[in-house]
């Protein structure tokens, strides 16, 4: 990474827009804003940001619609997708990191958080809030090692290891506590997370979708 | 005759007048009569035969009787072939009741009465036409009136069954369609015969002027009204879902009222006092978080982990004011031992609310098989138990005593990077 990474903000609320901005300010270069879906897509094609901070909820589809239209048209290969949401429900976690965010956010995050979990996204790591880890762990907790012989099954359950990395991040631990307390590598923890984000966004297992819509508002 | 007897009556007694198909030969006519008269129902029997073969008015009255007198219901509730029997009713009654006019007629005719093809015919559609539309509409009001699900008690059903077969459960447990379509070949059976009636007696050729003039005066008022009842349709669907509209925006309103709208007063009223207003903001969150989800009220029924240990996150939080967040994988209902891990985890909260120096407390709680597994972390400066004063009953009593008394075990460690964790771990006993 060269230099604070630019990130565009999306998001309906014009306030938070510009409380986000205030966060962020000297921590990030945040390039543009947008309203809308929209006016989003137009604003990210011609910036080409490094980070979106994306509001899942929008009047016009939401931060899912921006992603899809835009991984569709191919324009924006280079943008990584950060979500960000008053809402912790599954769904809406689950259906925006695998339309091809990075990770999820609240936006009771604080500046400082924020603009860390921006850099890591910017260098290819996922952010994983407590609360993800914690859908996460529940969306594979069916998925005991039994369909072994599946083509799909190491997509389709978590390593031991992947488990308990998981474990301490619902448990409120940042990622150099996790290496320390388990003896790895802050970049092994991050490999770990990684792993996870790709399994649960190409897992093609029904009990993931399934998962997502029983808790239909977390 | 009979019928009368059984309809216009109209009270309901216990020993009311019910065909008994069970041990009846054709349709339990003769067994329910003979049970109602204490007779012998082959007596009866032998009444009905000889009437038939004399002049036929036997087969009439036995139809008749079929038709009019409702069947025993046997058992406490209506079982599903009764019902399947019963839908299939009112089919077979039309057909029953064609016939056997039918066969009357015919029977007169042979007697030598004056009957032709003329009206022997229509009257035979007309009968079972009319048979077929008027056992629809009996049913359906006493039905609705009825309003009971199927598993109608006997009791229930006797008193309010309607004068016809199969009663209540009929329409009921009939779709729609079922019935209009029904009704629809009933009407037609009924126009059949008075065209056919017209047809022989030559006055069909008047009629078909008489016919034509009318239905084109019908065509010109449908053309003339058909977009003024096309608008009425549409206004009254739309003035509809404008109330439907309007009431579930009357609920949400109440809601917003009862819950945001105060929560909004106090945060103007406390703006002076930035921790009770995050606290205020948190609670209202949890409780709309929880009102848009739909989950039922904490406090009815079981008590299950997730919601406990949410609960008492959620006092702690007020009463500290500091943010507990509780991440919950899995979920069970609590026994004695699970109620003793939520009061040792509200103790761990309580602790790390008072002593986390107002820094956020994750709680992590797992229920996986049969073991259930909670783990409380602050960010405070930490502490070491073994100079925690033995008197401070708080950590060694209500934690770790409680849940050794339970036959699970409590650990507390000190977090690299600062900060303390409590983790608590009992197993379910099976149940």
Known sequence: MSGAP?????????????????????????????????????????????????????????GLEVIRRLRASGTASGVQFLALSVSDAAEDVIAVIRAGARGYVTKTISGADLADAVRRVHGGDAVFSPRLAGFVLDAFAGAAPAAVADRDAELDALTPREREVLQHIARGYMYKEIALRLGISAKTVEAHVSAVLRKLQLSSRHELSRWAAERRIG | MISGMATSGGVAAPRDLRRDPKSGMVAGVCAGLGKRLNVDPVLLRIVFGATTLASGIGLVAYGLAWLLIPAAQDAGAVSATQVRRSRRGAVEVALGVGFLLLAALLAFRELGLPFSDVLIWPLTLVAAGGALIWRQSIVSPGAVAEGAPLAVSRAAASASAPASAGGPAVAEAEPRPVVISRIGIGVVLVIAAAIVFLQFSGALAAATDVALAALVVAIAFGVIFAPWVVRLATSLSAERAERIRSQERAEVAAHLHDSVLQTLALVQKRASDPREVAALARRQERE??????????????????????????????????????????????????????????????????????????????????????????????????AAVPADRRGVRESIIGRMQRHGGRATINASPGGGTEVELVVERSAS
Request: hydrophobic fraction near 50%.
């Open chain 1, 6 to 62: 630019r990130v565009a903000l999306v998001d309906d609320h014009e306030l938070f827009r510009a409380g986000v901005r205030s966060e962020l300010d000297g921590l990030v270069d945040v390039v543009g804003d947008a309203a809308n879906v929209a006016d989003a897509i137009a604003l990210i094609g011609e910036l080409q940001p490094d980070v979106v901070l994306l509001d899942v909820h929008m009047p016009d589809g939401g």
């Open chain 2, 288 to 385: 709309l978080r929880s009102w848009l989800s739909g989950a039922a009220p904490r406090d009815a029924g079981e008590r299950r982990l997730a919601a406990a240990l949410e609960t008492a996150a959620e006092e702690i939080e007020q009463a500290h004011g500091v943010p507990v967040d509780v991440v919950a994988v899995g979920d069970a209902p609590l026994d004695r031992d699970g109620e003793a891990l939520v009061a040792a985890a509200r103790e761990a909260m309580l602790n790390a609310a008072k002593f986390g120096e107002g820094a956020a407390v994750a709680v992590y709680a797992e229920a996986v098989g049969a073991r259930l597994q909670v783990f409380v972390r602050d960010r405070g400066p930490g502490f070491d138990l």
